[in-house]
């Protein structure tokens, strides 16, 4: 099947600092990609869709300038996560659609995020 | 809004043993029902798919069941093995397009040996 790779899988921060997430699409083009939260023991909550070269669609309630998301190209999708808070640790998981675009999403492994 | 559940939070099985995950679903428009695996710390594994037009589709040791009446989806795996043990999510794709996903709330399966 298709690959989408995360990076970094873990990463520890300050609070008030910000932290990028990288989500690629290793063997496909990608024009929407779609991101991701997950708290402990929860399911995964839509954040936001990001559309290349266009702004990204955000969930109501999720802040858009906390979580910057930019999809410069058909490739890659990166999430922000700006001036982090103990609250905003989470596991952040990015997917998108290779082919058939209405069909199976391919899951990233994974960002666990942890705001000190 | 509408909405993507689960009966069962939590499922023991003995190994070897056939296991049911049962999943509800709201949205009369949904076309498209995914089941995915994920164990701790890693993302969403896909084990199986079924489209609307279809009540039954088979895979490897697993099996889903679609009964759009009641609007009720479910996955079945065969001679369940530890290696299974995960939580298991059903998801949506509420109408079709290439919009995003509502997962239901999970189900965790421990195998026991």
């Known amino acids: 099947g298709a690959v989408v790779s995360q990076h970094p899988s873990r990463v520890i921060c300050k609070s008030g600092t910000s932290v990028k997430i990288e989500c690629r699409s290793l063997?496909?083009?990608?024009?929407?990609m779609f991101w991701y939260r997950q708290f402990p023991k929860k399911s995964l909550m839509l954040m936001a869709t990001s559309n290349e070269g266009s702004k990204a669609t955000y969930e109501q309630g999720v802040e858009k300038d906390k979580f910057l998301i930019n999809h410069a190209s058909l490739t890659l999708s990166t999430l922000t996560v700006t001036s982090a808070h103990p609250e905003d640790s989470s596991f952040y998981i990015c997917s998108a659609r290779a082919g058939d675009l209405t069909g199976e999403l391919f899951f990233g492994e994974g960002s666990r995020l942890t705001v000190l | 809004g509408e909405s993507v559940g689960l009966h069962l939070p939590t499922l023991s099985v003995q190994e070897g043993d056939n296991s049911i995950i049962n999943c509800a679903y709201s949205?009369?428009?949904?076309?498209?029902f995914i089941w995915y695996k994920q164990e701790s710390g890693k993302g969403p594994q896909f084990i199986i798919d079924?489209?609307?037009?279809?009540d039954k589709r088979q895979g490897q040791r697993v099996t889903v069941l679609l009964n759009k009446t009641v609007k009720h989806l479910s996955l079945q795996i065969a001679a369940t093995q530890p290696g299974d043990s995960a939580v298991y999510f059903c998801a949506e794709n509420g109408g079709g397009g290439n919009t995003p996903l509502v997962f239901g709330k999970g189900t965790r399966l421990s195998v026991i040996a």
């Open positions: 949205n009369s428009a949904s076309d498209y």
């Open positions: 063997d496909f083009q990608a024009t929407t």
């Open positions: 079924i489209r609307s037009n279809m």
